[in-house]
């Protein structure tokens, strides 16, 4: 149990079992070099990660849903069997800093509930099969962040990220609902949305592609406002894509295939 104010945790090459942070939410938990831990990490309260890499072979459990900017660790999956990313398993919100999925050949992980990703430590899928459960969200936070998840693919995402930009490396895919309520801009790569698409948010700029290619209908709307992309593909094998409300496309709008109602 860490607890109490700010800590620098150097644990060498010692293993540890099951760790709880209930930390003053005033308080950083800093990590030098790698942290490993065989069990399952609670993360209960504290103001920020800094530095380093925790790897858990276990399941995370966070119930933080408050985090100050300068989240800079990264949280590296390494699990051999299942693994689960969760809240409470009844819809609610906490956070980890950042995420590499490094599974064990044939593993799996679970993510439920909300999880926010806020810091600088990115998204990188690279190994290991990735499931999310029925209402369960990820949304990316206010830190710039690299999305690099070659080899799996989204349900529900919501950017929440202010002022910060997200840039994608290669394809996202997003088989869920892709909402956008507030970024600087979308970076590089493609996302590719198979649900709906919601964007609130009338600036968004940057050189990154959204695809619609949705089999099945999909809607792309504004809740009610008005709302922006700078580049837009539509490339549909069937259904319809319908447009509503008050849709800007910054820079390109493609139609490759699919209808399109407006």
Not at 4 to 28: D, E, H, P, R, Y
Not at 51 to 73: L, Q
Not at 159 to 178: E, K, N
Not at 220 to 232: I, K, M, R
Request: proline letters at 1%.
């Amino acid at each position: 149990l860490f607890n109490g104010s700010g800590k620098t945790i150097n644990s060498g090459t010692a293993t540890l079992n099951n760790v709880n942070i209930a930390m003053s939410n005033s308080s950083a938990l800093t990590t030098t070099g790698t942290m490993d831990i065989d069990g399952d990490l609670t993360i209960t309260s504290l103001q920020r990660f800094v530095g380093g890499v925790i790897t858990v072979s276990g399941d995370i459990i966070t119930t933080d849903s408050t985090t100050a900017n300068g989240n800079s660790t990264l949280i590296r999956l390494d699990g051999n069997g299942a693994q689960v990313v969760r809240v409470d398993g009844l819809g609610g919100t906490g956070f980890i800093p950042g995420i590499d999925i490094s599974l064990a050949p044939g593993s799996i992980v679970t993510f439920q509930d909300n999880i926010l990703i806020h810091g600088s430590s990115d998204w990188t899928h690279t190994s290991g099969a990735v499931n999310f459960d029925p209402g369960s969200l990820i949304t990316f936070g206010t830190w710039d962040m690299d999305v690099n998840a070659s080899g799996m693919t989204f349900s529900d995402v919501t950017l929440a990220m202010g002022g910060s930009s997200l840039t994608v490396i290669g394809t996202m895919y997003v088989d869920g609902t892709f909402t956008i309520t507030s970024t600087s801009g979308l970076q590089n790569g493609t996302i590719a949305v198979r649900g709906d698409l919601i964007t609130t948010d009338a600036t968004v700029v940057g050189n990154g592609t959204i695809l619609f290619e949705g089999a099945n209908d999909q809607l792309w709307s504004a809740s009610g406002g008005s709302g922006e992309l700078a580049y837009v593909t539509i490339n549909k094998s069937s259904g319809t894509l319908t447009l509503q409300d008050t849709l800007k496309v910054y820079r390109s709008f493609t139609h490759t295939a699919g209808t399109v109602d407006a």
